[in-house]
């Protein structure tokens, strides 16, 4: 995470959810916080399992982010399948906002402060 000028953002928290598709409703997988480098290394040296369903199975699953921090606008979005980074860029704003984790009813959202 940096901030509009490329300055890494320490401290950012960062909430992780999962969400089965078609049918699945949202589920937290986490927060964690960047480093003082603005790098969240959560998952290193993963290992992946493939699961094969059967043919008529249809489920998969999208995951997605959203980074707050005081001073800044929060940004949420798609996790991407990569090996490379995921970049993100926070702006400072006069009227920074929130990520809302999900509900029973809702995706992770950015919301205004009240």
Same mark, same amino acid.
């Given at each position: 995470?940096?901030?509009? =000028?490329?300055?890494?953002?320490?401290?950012?928290?960062?909430?992780?959810?999962?969400?089965?598709?078609?049918l699945g409703l949202p589920e937290l997988?986490?927060?964690?916080?960047?480093? =003082?480098?603005?790098?969240?290394?959560?998952?290193?040296?993963?290992?992946?399992?493939?699961?094969?369903?059967?043919?008529?199975?249809?489920?998969?699953?999208?995951?997605?982010?959203?980074?707050?921090?005081?001073?800044?606008?929060?940004?949420?979005?798609?996790?991407?399948h990569s090996h490379k980074p995921t970049?993100?860029?926070?702006?400072? =704003?006069?009227?920074?906002?929130?990520?809302?984790?999900?509900?029973?009813?809702?995706?992770?959202?950015?919301?205004?402060?009240?």
């Amino acid at each position: 995470m940096t901030d509009e =000028s490329g300055v890494p953002v320490g401290g950012a928290k960062v909430i992780m959810t999962k969400q089965a598709v078609p049918l699945g409703l949202p589920e937290l997988i986490g927060e964690f916080l960047t480093d =003082s480098h603005g790098v969240l290394d959560r998952f290193p040296n993963r290992e992946w399992m493939i699961i094969a369903p059967l043919p008529d199975v249809t489920t998969g699953y999208t995951w997605a982010y959203c980074v707050e921090k005081a001073g800044y606008r929060a940004v949420t979005g798609p996790l991407r399948h990569s090996h490379k980074p995921t970049a993100v860029v926070l702006d400072p =704003s006069a009227h920074p906002t929130t990520c809302k984790a999900p509900d029973n009813y809702g995706p992770l959202r950015v919301v205004e402060n009240e």
